[in-house]
C-alpha cells in the first residue's frame, strides 16, 4: 500500500494507516500521549536547535537511526559507551549527532522522568531532521524500549559501499526489508556527504585496470579527481548527492541515472536490473513526490525491525550506558 501526495491531509491520513498497518510488534503512534504528552515537541526543538548551530547534524541523526536499527534493532544499542560496542565498529566510528540524543534525553528526563526511550528519541530526531531538510513529514510509531547489549563485532550486518547488489539486498531482506526498501531507503544519501576515502578508489585504479570505474560519468571523473587527488587527503568530505547535499529531495536518483553516483553501493542501485526500475520511478516522480512518500512509509518499516517493547529492554537514564 502506498500514499501518493494528492492533499497534506489525505497524505498524512493515509501515511498514518499505512502506519498502523507496520506495526505488530508493540509500537504506536502516540504512545507517549498520556505518560509523556511533550515528548515529541521537546525532541523536535532539541534538534530544531541543533540544526541550527549545525545543519550536518540532520544526516548524522538519520544515519546513526539506521545503523542503530541493523544492529540488534532499532533499540538505542549505538549509543552505548565502551571499549567494544557498536560506535567502536569501523562503520561507525564517523557518526555523529549523539550530543543532540543526549539534550534530548536530559530535557525528557527533567519533564518525564524514566518514561521516554532513547530510541524512541533516535527514531523521532531522524525524522526531524528529513523535515529540517525539506523532505517529508511522517507519523513516528513510538513504545520501544532500549537494548542492553552493544558489539562492536555486531556491526558486520550493516550494509558496507563495497557491498555487491546482492549482499545488500541479502542484507536488507534479513531485517524484513525488501528491495523497494533498500533503494528508498539508500535515498537518505541525498543529504549528507563522505570521506574520500570510501570512493577514491574508484577514480585511478579500479579493480587494478590502472583506470576509473566505467560507470561514472567521464564528464564528472575530473571534479571527483580534483576533490581527491590520488594520495590525497582521505578524510576529505564530499557531497554525497552531487549539487543539492543540503536538500531532501529525488536529485540523488538523477545523480545515479547521470552516472554521478558517489559511492559505488549507490552508483550499482542503477546498474542492477532488479534495482534499476525504482530509481527510474523516483527520478520521475513529480517534484520527488514519489520518493518522498515512500521514503515515509520505509522508514516506518525500517523503525519497527526487531524492536522491544513491553517488559524488554529498558528505559535508559542516560542513553550512552545502561543502567
Not at 502516540?30 to 521537546?42: D, H, M, T, V
Not at 549545525?54 to 538519520?62: I, Y
Not at 561507525?92 to 522522568?113: H, M
Request: charged share 20%.
Amino acid at each position: 500500500m502506498g500514499c501518493s501526495i494528492q492533499t497534506p491531509i489525505v497524505f498524512f491520513l493515509c501515511l498514518a494507516m499505512v502506519t498502523t498497518l507496520a506495526l505488530g510488534q508493540g509500537t504506536r503512534v502516540g504512545f507517549y500521549s498520556g505518560s509523556c504528552p511533550r515528548a515529541e515537541s521537546i525532541v523536535q526543538s532539541t534538534v530544531n536547535s541543533h540544526f541550527k548551530s549545525d545543519p550536518t547534524v540532520a544526516p548524522g541523526l538519520l544515519r546513526m537511526h539506521f545503523h542503530d536499527c541493523f544492529v540488534q534493532g532499532c533499540d538505542a544499542s549505538i549509543l552505548i559507551d565502551g571499549p567494544s560496542t557498536e560506535k567502536t565498529a569501523g562503520p561507525n566510528l564517523l557518526l555523529r549527532g549523539y550530543e543532540v540524543i543526549d539534550d534530548a534525553k536530559t530535557q525528557l528526563e527533567a519533564a518525564c522522568p524514566g518514561v521516554v526511550s532513547c530510541a524512541d528519541i533516535l527514531a523521532l530526531a531522524a525524522r526531524d531532521s528529513v523535515v529540517l531538510t525539506n523532505g517529508i513529514n511522517w507519523v513516528v510509531p513510538t513504545g520501544r524500549r532500549d537494548g542492553t547489549v552493544s558489539l562492536a563485532s555486531d556491526a558486520s550486518n550493516l550494509p558496507s559501499f563495497t557491498d555487491s547488489m546482492d549482499v545488500q539486498k541479502k542484507k536488507f531482506a534479513d531485517k524484513g526489508l525488501n528491495t523497494q526498501d533498500l533503494v528508498t531507503l539508500v535515498g537518505g544519501h541525498t543529504i549528507g556527504t563522505t570521506a574520500c576515502q570510501f570512493f577514491s578508489y574508484r577514480l585511478y585504479n579500479y579493480n587494478s585496470t590502472g583506470a576509473a570505474d566505467p560507470s561514472i560519468d567521464p564528464a564528472f571523473l575530473p571534479q571527483l579527481q580534483a576533490l581527491c587527488p590520488q594520495d590525497g587527503d582521505g578524510t576529505k568530505r564530499v557531497g554525497l548527492d552531487n549539487g543539492s547535499a543540503n536538500k531532501f529531495d529525488a536529485s540523488f536518483f538523477t545523480n545515479l541515472r547521470n552516472g554521478r553516483g558517489i559511492l559505488e553501493s549507490d552508483q550499482k542501485l542503477w546498474t542492477d536490473a532488479s534495482t534499476k526500475p525504482f530509481v527510474q520511478r523516483y527520478v520521475g516522480g513529480l517534484l520527488g513526490s514519489s520518493f518522498n512518500s515512500e521514503f515515509g512509509k520505509a522508514m516506518v518499516k525500517m523503525s519497527n525491525v526487531e524492536v522491544k517493547t513491553g517488559t524488554n529492554g529498558e528505559i535508559r537514564k542516560v542513553c550512552s550506558a545502561i543502567n
